[in-house]
């Protein structure tokens, strides 16, 4: 079993649209993150939910947000899509606590035309 | 807020040669070290860490890394490459019992055969 899988896992479409990534995780974690990655391959953290609450909300356009309906899940909403959010979105989760191990999707290459 | 260095961009080594990739960090207080790969179209996958006690902390695939906390710095080693290393290596690091993971910008490891 994928320890935290996300879908769908190539996503394309135009500008202008609303799309929606999902993400679940099966491992008891309480935390769950998205990251960004752009095409130089540098990844900066997006959100973070501990126990659906939101915990870290990094400068982010708001036409992105998040939704976490349980602990096990965290879903990214992006509204209005520009040509600058192509990206490869990864979900992430950990349990938190001193050390903060954290374990990744496989990503979701994100193609805005 | 940390921040994380990763001096060599891309490294191409021929098989069997050693390996060293640069890491260096800046918070001035304790944090957890990490190296993350991440192999062609794949997530990121936890390579080693660093929590405390013994500086030289070893990893899967016979890699290992030295914190020096005097130079701030987690460089990632492995003796002898294979091909199969061909990936792409990030360090990471977070303040101790905090949620935010700070990425380095990644090297890109190119492995001849």
């Known amino acids: 079993d994928t320890a935290v899988s996300q879908t769908p896992k190539y996503l394309v479409t135009q500008m202008g649209n609303d799309k929606s990534i999902k993400c679940e995780q099966n491992?008891?974690?309480?935390?769950m993150y998205w990251y960004k990655q752009d095409s130089k391959k540098f990844l900066k953290i997006m959100f973070s939910?501990?126990?659906?609450?939101?915990?870290i909300n990094e400068t982010v356009p708001n036409r992105f947000s998040p939704k976490s309906p349980d602990k096990a899940h965290l879903n990214l909403h992006i509204n209005s899509l520009e040509l600058g959010d192509s990206a490869v979105y990864f979900c992430?989760?950990?349990?938190?606590?001193?050390?903060?191990?954290?374990?990744f999707g496989a990503g979701t290459r994100l193609s805005v035309l | 807020a940390q921040s994380v260095s990763q001096h060599n961009h891309h490294v191409i080594l021929s098989e069997a040669a050693s390996l060293e990739l640069g890491c260096n960090y800046s918070?001035?207080?304790?944090?957890?070290l990490f190296w993350y790969v991440q192999y062609p179209g794949q997530h990121l996958q936890l390579l080693l860490k660093?929590?405390?006690?013994?500086?030289l902390v070893k990893g899967i695939k016979g890699f290992e890394a030295e914190f020096i906390k005097s130079k701030f710095s987690f460089n990632l080693r492995k003796p002898s490459v294979q091909w199969s290393d061909t990936a792409e290596y990030f360090c990471?690091?977070?303040?101790?019992?905090?949620?935010?993971?700070?990425f380095g910008t990644g090297t890109r490891l190119t492995v001849i055969p």
């Open positions: 918070y001035g207080g304790t944090v957890n």
């Open positions: 990471a690091v977070n303040a101790v019992g905090a949620n935010n993971l700070f």
């Open positions: 660093y929590f405390s006690g013994d500086p």
């Open positions: 491992l008891g974690h309480d935390t």
């Open positions: 939910y501990n126990n659906k609450e939101l915990i």
């Open positions: 992430a989760s950990s349990q938190f606590g001193l050390e903060n191990i954290q374990y």
